[in-house]
């Protein structure tokens, strides 16, 4: 059974950073792109980041672009969201998502950027 684990959620100030984490088991993490995406209230679920099995390349949803880096650590079977110059409208759940034979999410991590 595929299991994701998204943590680091958190409340901080706009301008603030905060760093996401998602430990993967029950499959070669290695082998799989994985992805970051995000809910806000009310909204669907949108795509935020992803990156290829190597982490060699990322890709970033234009208004996170310069701001929110993924990365992973296959010997460690962890996926990363840096999250910098943070703003009130990046509120939402963020998960991390492998698709296999269907996308497989965690459970979230819930993200509030308020004064």
């Known amino acids: 059974q595929v299991q994701l684990v998204e943590s680091g959620g958190g409340l901080v100030r706009p301008g603030g950073s905060l760093r996401l984490s998602c430990a993967a088991s029950e499959f070669t993490f290695s082998n799989y792109a994985t992805n970051w995406y995000r809910q806000a209230p009310g909204k669907g679920r949108e795509w935020v980041a992803s990156?290829?099995?190597?982490?060699?390349?990322?890709n970033y949803e234009d208004s996170v672009k310069g701001r929110f880096i993924i990365s992973r650590d296959n010997g460690k079977s962890m996926l990363y969201l840096q999250m910098n110059s943070l703003k009130p409208e990046d509120t939402a759940v963020y998960y991390c998502?492998?698709?296999?034979?269907?996308?497989?999410w965690g459970q979230g991590t819930q993200v509030t950027v308020s004064s």
């Open positions: 990156i290829t099995s190597t982490g060699l390349s990322t």
């Open positions: 998502d492998i698709l296999l034979d269907r996308h497989y």
